[in-house]
């Protein structure tokens, strides 16, 4: 039986830092059907974010998988580059945010499939992070807070539609693949996770990212406004007014009343 991760920290002198959202997969038999999942649904080298204590990785590797570990904790960092190399797979580690990463720049052309246990605090930031990536990673599994997902999966009109749904699901299709509860983690959350699927649409916007970001930051600047006025402080009335005419809109029409396209 593998240790707990409170121990294997201890034994490294670390503690989970509640300011980078570490909470760590403790099932492990969680943790090798995930792996497993990932593995068959990638198409070439795997980036994982935030590996940890590598409960993920361990079992990549072990299907022979080609790993990058990106990794921004030092000490977690250290350990996962001391592991031996006598695994089935490959295994690069790089110690940095991944907010920082150009996977292009970093890693070559892919295409790459991205995974990880994404940090709760950052897990927003994340996603448009792995959006502004998509051209060279087209797929990939997170596992996220619940509530999370469920904004990812939402229909528009619901409560949980809003901006992250709508720039994830221009370019991507997301399923929901299980749910994973707090006992799964140590220290244990007080929420339960739920593991998503991100693969690419077959038909997708000519626009960019950048500007359906600054649109839907906009967009949804004030839920209880309508589109006009939320788009009018962005963009100006003269704008506003034109866009919301040729699209037959009415001024009066909430963002979370439309569809992503």
């Given at each position: 039986?593998s240790p707990?991760?409170k121990?294997?920290?201890?034994?490294?002198?670390?503690?989970?830092?509640?300011?980078r959202?570490?909470?760590?997969?403790?099932?492990?038999?969680l943790?090798?059907?995930l792996?497993?999942?990932?593995?068959?649904?990638?198409?070439?080298?795997?980036?994982e974010?935030?590996p940890?204590?590598?409960?993920l990785?361990?079992p990549?590797?072990?299907?022979g998988?080609t790993?990058?570990?990106?990794?921004?904790d030092?000490?977690?960092?250290?350990?996962?580059?001391?592991?031996?190399?006598n695994q089935t797979?490959?295994?690069?580690?790089?110690?940095?945010?991944?907010?920082?990463?150009?996977l292009?720049?970093?890693?070559?052309?892919?295409p790459?499939?991205i995974?990880?246990?994404?940090?709760?605090?950052?897990s927003?930031q994340?996603?448009?992070?792995y959006?502004s990536?998509?051209?060279?990673a087209p797929k990939a599994?997170?596992m996220?807070?619940?509530?999370?997902?469920e904004?990812?999966?939402?229909?528009?009109?619901s409560?949980?539609?809003?901006?992250l749904?709508?720039?994830?699901?221009?370019?991507?299709?997301?399923?929901?693949?299980?749910d994973?509860?707090?006992?799964?983690?140590?220290?244990?959350?007080?929420?339960k996770?739920?593991?998503?699927?991100?693969?690419?649409?077959?038909?997708?916007?000519?626009?960019?990212r950048?500007?359906?970001?600054?649109?839907?930051?906009?967009?949804?600047h004030?839920?209880r406004?309508?589109l006009?006025?939320?788009?009018?402080r962005?963009?100006?009335r003269?704008?506003t007014?034109r866009a919301?005419?040729?699209l037959?809109l009415?001024?009066?029409?909430?963002?979370?009343?439309?569809?992503?396209?």
């Amino acid at each position: 039986m593998s240790p707990a991760p409170k121990a294997i920290l201890a034994k490294l002198g670390l503690a989970p830092l509640r300011s980078r959202g570490q909470n760590f997969i403790s099932d492990r038999g969680l943790a090798g059907r995930l792996a497993a999942y990932i593995y068959a649904k990638a198409d070439g080298p795997i980036v994982e974010i935030g590996p940890g204590l590598g409960a993920l990785t361990g079992p990549l590797l072990a299907q022979g998988a080609t790993v990058t570990a990106v990794e921004i904790d030092k000490g977690l960092a250290t350990e996962l580059k001391n592991w031996p190399q006598n695994q089935t797979g490959e295994l690069k580690v790089l110690e940095m945010d991944a907010l920082n990463l150009d996977l292009r720049r970093d890693l070559g052309p892919g295409p790459f499939m991205i995974c990880g246990n994404l940090p709760y605090n950052i897990s927003t930031q994340l996603l448009f992070w792995y959006l502004s990536q998509a051209e060279v990673a087209p797929k990939a599994v997170f596992m996220l807070q619940k509530e999370m997902a469920e904004r990812l999966t939402a229909k528009p009109g619901s409560r949980d539609y809003g901006r992250l749904t709508v720039a994830v699901g221009l370019w991507h299709e997301v399923k929901t693949v299980f749910d994973v509860p707090s006992l799964a983690f140590s220290p244990r959350p007080k929420v339960k996770s739920s593991v998503v699927l991100l693969t690419p649409k077959s038909i997708v916007p000519n626009i960019s990212r950048e500007a359906v970001g600054r649109l839907t930051m906009a967009a949804f600047h004030a839920r209880r406004k309508t589109l006009f006025n939320n788009l009018t402080r962005a963009y100006g009335r003269e704008n506003t007014t034109r866009a919301l005419e040729s699209l037959s809109l009415e001024p009066s029409i909430r963002s979370e009343m439309l569809e992503p396209e």
